[in-house]
C-alpha cells in the first residue's frame, strides 16, 4: 500500500493525489483506504512515516562517527524514491500548509532528536563543548547533504562527502571555529 501512495504522490504530486488514484494502483477497493484514513494527507503522511529516509538511532563511539552516518543513512536515503517523495512533499507543505500540516514536523522532529542524542552523547563524552547549538549542526549536516543530493543527482556520489560536511560543520559550531 505505502508503494502505491508513494508512486501516485511523485508521478501527481498533490493536486493529482487522491484517494481514489491510491485504490487503483494498489488494486484494493475505496471503501478500504477511506475506512483506514480520513483524508489524503493522513494517507501520504502515513506512508512517509513508513518508507521515508529517517535516520535510525546510531551510536558509533564518537559524536562524529555518529554524524557521518546520520549524514551518510541521508545520502542514501534521499537518492531513493522515498526520499524523492519526501523532498517533494516538503516542499508541497509550503504551498499548501492547510492540505499537509504535520509533515515537516514529523520529519524534522524525528531528525533533531537523533541529533539532539548525539549532541549530548558528544558532550557527555568530552567531545563536544557544552552549549553545542543542536539545531544548527542538524541544519548543517542535512542542508549540506541535500543541496548535494538535489543539485548533483546525476554524479556518482563520493564515500568520503559524509566525512567532509560533518567535519565542517562540527568546525562551524566548534568556539573560534
Do not use: C
Amino acid at each position: 500500500m505505502h508503494d502505491a501512495v508513494l508512486e501516485v504522490y511523485a508521478e501527481t504530486g498533490w493536486a493529482g493525489f487522491t484517494l481514489d488514484a491510491v485504490a487503483r494502483r494498489a488494486r484494493v477497493g475505496r471503501a478500504a483506504l477511506y475506512s483506514r484514513w480520513d483524508s489524503k494527507a493522513a494517507l501520504l503522511l502515513d506512508a512517509l512515516e513508513a518508507r521515508s529516509p529517517l535516520p535510525v538511532p546510531v551510536d558509533t563511539g564518537s559524536a562524529r562517527g555518529d554524524l557521518v552516518e546520520l549524514a551518510r543513512q541521508l545520502i542514501d536515503g534521499y537518492q531513493g524514491p522515498a526520499g524523492l517523495v519526501t523532498l517533494r512533499a516538503a516542499l508541497e507543505a509550503r504551498v499548501h500548509p492547510d492540505l499537509l500540516a504535520g509533515l515537516a514536523e514529523t520529519l524534522n522532529r524525528t531528525r533533531l532528536l537523533a541529533a539532539r542524542e548525539i549532541v549530548r552523547r558528544g558532550v557527555e563524552r568530552g567531545e563536544l563543548p557544552p552549549g553545542t547549538p543542536t539545531t544548527l549542526l542538524l541544519e548543517l549536516v542535512t542542508g549540506a547533504v541535500l543541496s548535494h543530493v538535489v543539485f548533483a543527482p546525476a554524479h556518482p556520489r563520493d564515500p568520503a562527502y559524509a566525512d567532509v560536511v560533518v567535519d565542517a560543520a562540527l568546525r562551524a559550531v566548534r568556539p573560534g571555529g
